[in-house]
């Protein structure tokens, strides 16, 4: 099955950029739907969402400032992090949905990057 390791979090000032990437140990095309999360005081929320054929959903907080897309050829999703906000700061999960490729494999989660916004 499909495992994913997540890259690019860090320490960044307020206002600054970064971008995640979730890569993952096989083909995602067949995934139909992509998320991030992040986690901040043991609460887990969804961050921004992509579904095959490009559609996609953010939480209200990050709309305008956080953009994901996925490159099925390279097996990865992206997170593209603008104007960063202390209120940013967090664990960043990479989530996959389940999919079936001659035998069905549940969701599953990465290991999480950490994000650390100073103000």
């Known amino acids: 099955q499909v495992q994913l390791v997540e890259s690019g979090g860090g320490l960044v000032q307020a206002g600054g950029s970064l971008r995640l990437s979730c890569v993952g140990s096989?083909?995602?095309?067949?995934?139909?739907?992509m998320e991030w999360y992040r986690q901040v005081r043991g609460e887990r929320e969804l961050v921004a969402r992509i579904?095959?054929?490009?559609?996609?959903i953010y939480a209200d907080s990050v709309k305008g400032r956080f953009t994901i897309s996925r490159d099925n050829a390279q097996n990865t999703v992206f997170l593209q992090m603008n104007s960063l906000k202390s209120e940013d700061t967090g664990v960043y999960y990479c989530?996959?949905?389940?999919?079936?490729?001659?035998?069905?494999?549940?969701?599953?989660w990465g290991l999480g990057t950490q994000v650390t916004v100073s103000s």
């Open positions: 989530r996959r949905d389940s999919y079936c490729s001659g035998v069905c494999h549940a969701g599953a």
């Open positions: 096989g083909s995602i095309a067949k995934i139909k739907t």
């Open positions: 579904i095959s054929g490009g559609r996609t």
